[in-house]
C-alpha cells in the first residue's frame, strides 16, 4: 500500500471516471418570467404545440410557486366575531345554563369545605388512617365532587373494565393530563396522593387534599423525593 500524506486524496481518480455534471439551477420566477417576456417579444401567437417550462401544465397548474413560510402566533386570538341572529340566540339560551353551572360549582365546594372542615377538626395523628365516622364525613365531599364534574359537562362517566383489589393493586399511577384527573380519582377512589408542597396553601384545595393524607414532595430537592417514595411504600403496605 502506497504512503499518503494529509493532503493527498484517499480515493485516486482514474481515467475510466466519468466526469462531474455540474448543473446551475437559476431562479424559478426570474427564469419563468424571462423565458415568458422572451416567448411574448418573439412569438406573438404562441404556438398551443409549443412545450412549456411548466411540467404540471397538463394538469391545470398555472405555475411553480413555493408558498411563504407562515408562522403562527400562540397569542392571537382568531375566533370569528359573533355575527348573525342565530349566534345571538345560542349566546341567550346557553347564558343561563352557564350562570347555573357556576352556581352549582360555588355550592359544592362550599359544602364540601365545610364538610372537610368539620371532618379534620380535632385530628392530630395523620400518620394512620382516617377514623371511621371522619371518613363518612368525607364521603360528602366525594359527592360534592361528583356534583362538581358534572358541572364542567362531565353528565356522566363510563367505566371500562374492572377495577382491581387493593391487595393486588395498592398504588395507581395515572397521566395528569389535566385539573379533572384529580377531581375524579378523589370522588372515585378517595386515595392518599403524591402532590407537590405549594398545594397545600391553595383556597379550598389544600384542606381537602390534607383530608387525604397527601404525601407532599419538593421535586429540587433529592431528601424529599427519598422520603416521599418511603412514604408511598408504606401507605401501598399499609392494608
Not at 471516471?17 to 424571462?34: A, E, N
Amino acid at each position: 500500500m502506497a504512503n499518503h500524506d494529509l493532503e493527498s486524496p484517499l480515493i485516486s481518480s482514474q481515467l475510466s471516471d466519468s466526469p462531474h455534471l455540474i448543473l446551475s439551477v437559476p431562479d424559478s420566477d426570474f427564469s419563468i418570467q424571462q423565458s415568458n417576456n422572451i416567448h411574448h417579444n418573439h412569438n406573438p401567437s404562441p404556438n398551443p404545440n409549443t412545450s412549456s417550462r411548466n411540467p404540471f401544465e397538463f394538469l391545470g397548474s398555472d405555475g411553480l410557486s413555493v408558498p411563504a413560510p407562515s408562522t403562527l402566533d400562540p397569542f392571537k386570538n382568531d375566533t370569528p366575531y359573533i355575527e348573525g341572529f342565530y349566534e345571538l340566540i345560542k349566546i341567550v339560551i346557553c347564558l343561563p345554563i352557564a350562570i347555573a353551572r357556576l352556581v352549582l360549582f360555588g355550592v359544592c365546594l362550599a359544602i364540601g369545605y365545610v364538610a372537610t372542615k368539620i371532618a379534620l377538626k380535632g385530628w392530630k395523628d395523620m400518620h394512620n388512617p382516617m377514623p371511621k365516622w371522619r371518613s363518612r364525613l368525607m364521603c360528602v365531599t366525594r359527592g360534592c365532587a361528583r356534583c362538581i364534574l358534572f358541572s364542567f359537562g362531565y353528565h356522566w362517566i363510563t367505566r371500562k373494565g374492572k377495577l382491581a383489589p387493593r391487595e393486588i393493586a395498592p398504588i395507581v399511577v395515572s397521566n395528569h393530563v389535566s385539573y379533572i384527573d384529580p377531581i375524579f380519582y378523589f370522588f372515585e377512589f378517595f386515595p392518599t396522593i403524591v402532590a407537590a408542597e405549594s398545594h397545600d396553601s391553595m383556597p379550598f384545595v389544600g384542606t381537602i387534599i390534607r383530608a387525604m393524607q397527601v404525601i407532599y414532595v419538593n421535586r429540587f430537592l433529592p431528601s424529599s423525593r427519598k422520603h416521599a417514595v418511603n412514604e408511598v411504600k408504606k401507605c401501598a403496605f399499609k392494608i
